[in-house]
């Protein structure tokens, strides 16, 4: 179990370990984690209207909830503290004491920034209580707990989406997968890698050739839901199970250790079946109008069944072309295309199932044989 300290601070003290201060051992500086947060350091989530509610808190005294801070195993004196809940109310504070932007208020005049308020009233913000709780993750603990304290404080706030909780499954980047799934995904996860092995980055450079990530696919978001994608496909080659490329963070954790290395000829499998994969794709006429991308990544619920035949084995060079042709036939075939959207939403939903897959197989091996 984490060891876990609850303690009151103020606002300006707390502002005081949000960055570098040579007052303050390094131990106690407090740094908002973009490893397992919604949003990096600097932007977090939150509109502006969010952020001046809570500023408004501040200054009336309402209740405003724990910062909850941690420590990975190990740790040493000189390791921060990362937050694990309340990036958002940390970054709001520290951006309003900067004079980022305003509290509420129904005039311009109304508004003002921290600089602009009287003597009394900056004292006060300042002086505001801030609850912490430090929690010290132990050697003992399970490698998901981050990503399970995480899920389990903000179920009521707003569900965690899959990527979110692989995102923060990873946090310290001790995951081959999901570190091998960043390198795939490219754009702003390069910058958090200190080496991006070749064969990631040609595959990374190829996919965005074809698959363009444009100024969306760098939204927090976008890039989660990509990296979930990403390890649904490394998850689903390693055990050849299309099922895990539903990119489900429950059907995915177990797979996502330490331990789960990739190794030399795993790497050569995957670099093969992804270069088969997009050689595939570009071989399409009009790919995008079947099977449309979105930021970067294309509609899984269109391009599984590639994937599938792809670590299935299935994809001989008689198939290869039966496929390519296939899906080049239904762009001018409505039967044939409305039979194949028909399997592809079966049993009401989006979900990856082996049948849809099987039936996606004998579809167009029976259109080849017409």
Known sequence: ??????LNTTAIAFIGRLSENEELPTGELIQICGEFQRGDEDTGVWPTPMKRAYIDSLLKGYPTGVTMIVKPPGASHTTKWMILD????????????????????????????????????????QQRAVHIQEIRITREDPV?????????????????KPGELIKAHGWLKNIPIIETAKGLVGGRWHGHMEEIPAWIQTICTSWHELFPPGTHGERETKRCSNLATMCGMIVSSIEEDIVLLDSDYKKLKRHLTPENSISTELATRLTARFTNFLNIMSNIPNVHDIMPSQCGMPKKKKCFP???????????NIFRERLIQF?????ND?????????????????????????????????????
């Not at 520290?94 to 009394?120: A, P, V």
């Open 327 to 331: 899906y080049t036939d239904i762009q």
């Open 1 to 6: 179990m984490p060891h876990i300290n609850t």
């Open 334 to 370: 409505s039967n044939l295309k409305a039979a194949y959207e028909q399997i592809l939403s079966r049993g009401g939903d989006s979900h990856i199932t082996l049948n849809k897959l099987n039936a996606v197989y004998n579809l167009i091996n029976l259109h080849a044989e017409d």
């Open 306 to 316: 590639i994937w599938g035949f792809i670590i299935g084995e299935r994809m001989t």
């Open 86 to 125: 309340g990036a958002n109310r940390a970054r709001a504070l520290r951006d309003f004491m900067n004079d980022k932007f305003t509290t509420s208020g129904e005039t311009k005049e109304d508004r003002k920034k921290f600089s602009q308020l009287n003597t009394e009233t900056r004292v006060v913000m």
């Open 144 to 160: 998901d707990i981050i990503a399970d304290l995480f899920s389990r404080i903000n179920t009521k706030i707003c569900p965690l």
